[in-house]
């Protein structure tokens, strides 16, 4: 797929609510291809410990990378927009669960929402690691590792721009030649877990918030202003920018222009 192709292709998906439809046609172009499936669970086929928190899910599709690794793409429901943005780690227990029941160590996850129709989905990479550890007396010990849901997750949909999951993913559909691997190869770039890596993100942000930081300090104009008034440069920036911040995450919580009788949470997720 040509690149401005794909990146109209991945907007289109990513700043949309979820449509299972559009998802399915998403993973394919991703993964190239995949063996699709249509295991419906609801009811009594959730586990019980898993119910107040998820009213369906659907295995659509099974990959196996040219590695011979193998991934369940999978789309959970969650009861209300609270279950989907508050007990993420319920959810991973429960796809990690599910994980087990097939014997694969990785699941592509799209969760829901019933409540709000899906207008705003969170797009996972559930991973199970083992360690292989060596006791005192001698003895092979393997752990189960299971990463965060939280660090391979990007949030999507109606209220989100999804900057970083278009950047990161953008890759998987431009190089539409070669199926992707699922685990990530020293240094390599096209892999289903590098896309979700957030190190390089993290590292942008902090890039940018720096060369920001320097750009504010060193304006002359700025500093003489702040000088007249009496304010320390460096102090005032660092207080500026941090509260710029926190304002980010008072409305990614909804909690910004909250109408009146409605619950915090239900303001505008782009106040």
């Not at 099974?62 to 609270?82: A, F, H, N, W």
């Not at 797009?123 to 007396?137: G, P």
């Not at 278009?166 to 070669?178: E, G, H, M, R, S």
Request: net charge neutral; aromatic share 12%.
């Amino acid at each position: 797929m040509h690149k401005a192709q794909a990146q109209e292709f991945i907007k289109e998906v990513l700043t949309s609510k979820f449509d299972k439809e559009k998802f399915t046609n998403f993973v394919r172009n991703i993964l190239n291809d995949f063996e699709t499936k249509d295991n419906s669970y609801s009811g009594n086929l959730i586990p019980e410990a898993f119910r107040d928190h998820i009213s369906h899910y659907r295995r659509i599709g099974r990959y196996e990378d040219p590695e011979g690794d193998l991934m369940d793409i999978l789309i959970v429901q969650t009861k209300s927009v609270s279950k989907l943005e508050r007990t993420r780690s319920a959810l991973r227990n429960f796809v990690v669960r599910h994980l087990k029941t097939f014997d694969k160590n990785y699941a592509l996850v799209a969760f829901y929402s019933k409540e709000d129709d899906g207008l705003d989905w969170r797009l996972s990479l559930v991973k199970i690691d083992y360690e292989i550890n060596k006791s005192e007396d001698g003895r092979i010990k393997v752990q189960e590792d299971i990463v965060p849901a939280k660090r391979f997750s990007f949030l999507v949909g109606k209220h989100e721009n999804s900057y970083t999951a278009q950047k990161q993913l953008l890759p998987l559909l431009v190089n539409d030649n070669v199926s992707p691997s699922i685990v990530k190869i020293e240094d390599e770039d096209g892999s289903i877990e590098a896309a979700f890596g957030i190190q390089k993100v993290t590292d942008e942000f902090y890039e940018q918030y720096k060369n920001l930081f320097l750009k504010l300090t060193e304006d002359k104009n700025l500093t003489d202003t702040l000088h007249q008034q009496g304010l320390e440069p460096v102090r005032f920036v660092k207080k500026l920018l941090g509260q710029i911040v926190f304002l980010y995450f008072l409305q990614k919580k909804g909690w910004l222009g909250v109408p009146r009788n409605q619950k915090m949470g239900e303001g505008s997720k782009r106040f």
